[in-house]
């Protein structure tokens, strides 16, 4: 639960600065797979939420290669915050 809080203290200082920005699109969704997941957890048959899903991780994904093509140590730093994996590069 402390990661919640820390997340909610982020979206608080990212809403007041930029909405646009990369790390706080990458941020929205976050909070959008972690939602779709826990809904899921109890709705397995859900199909159009699990297709939303993977609609939302896709985009995350491409949102976060952006960031580790242009800046290399603010993706670090988001990855850290946010608790999630590493990209694969290819």
Same mark, same amino acid.
């Given at each position: 639960m402390v #990661? $919640?809080?820390?997340?909610s203290i982020i979206s608080q200082k &990212? $809403? &007041? &600065? $930029?909405k646009g920005s990369v790390e706080f699109q990458v941020f929205s969704f976050t909070t959008k797979i972690r939602r779709l997941t826990s809904h899921l957890e109890l709705h397995k048959?859900?199909? !159009? !939420?699990?297709r939303g899903l993977r609609k939302i991780l896709g985009k995350r994904q491409r949102l976060l290669a952006y960031l580790s093509k *242009? *800046? *290399?140590? *603010?993706? #670090?730093e988001l990855i850290d915050e946010l608790d999630i994996? &590493?990209? #694969?590069?290819r």
């Open positions: #990661k $919640n809080s820390v997340i &990212e $809403n &007041e &600065e $930029n048959k859900d199909f !159009s !939420s699990q *242009r *800046r *290399r140590g *603010r993706y #670090k994996r &590493e990209i #694969k590069t």
